[in-house]
């Protein structure tokens, strides 16, 4: 069993900043690519920003140039960091993982953590 823990959540007036973690563990033998999500009231979930194993971003236009992924393999953790925060990314993010538990079988499952709450405050 793999889980992802989200946290560094929480309310931040417009403009500010947020550094949002989340940490993989279990059963991991590797992780491929890792991202974040969001999910506003009312709205689909979008994807925020991707990072592979080999270190290669992107990220949604709504947030580029405000927004920074990154990772620490030896930690099977990734990371975003949320500058000038606007009211629109009021959301519960999501963090999500290709994991492969096993290198015999090299099984790929796509693994999500529980969400934690983005709240910019105009």
């Known amino acids: 069993q793999v889980q992802l823990v989200e946290s560094g959540g929480g309310l931040v007036q417009a403009g500010g900043s947020l550094r949002l973690s989340c940490a993989a563990s279990?059963?991991?033998?590797?992780?491929?690519?890792m991202a974040w999500f969001r999910q506003a009231p009312g709205k689909q979930r979008e994807l925020v920003a991707t990072?592979?194993?080999?270190?290669?971003?992107t990220y949604a236009d709504s947030v580029k140039g405000r927004f920074t992924i990154s990772r620490d393999g030896a930690r099977n953790t990734v990371y975003l960091q949320m500058n000038v925060l606007k009211p629109e990314d009021t959301a519960i993010y999501y963090c999500?993982?290709?994991?492969?538990?096993?290198?015999?079988?090299?099984?790929?499952?796509?693994?999500w953590g529980q969400g934690t709450q983005v709240t910019g405050s105009s």
């Open positions: 999500n993982a290709e994991v492969i538990s096993s290198s015999w079988t090299k099984v790929v499952r796509d693994t």
């Open positions: 279990g059963r991991i033998f590797s992780i491929n690519a």
């Open positions: 990072i592979t194993s080999g270190g290669s971003t």
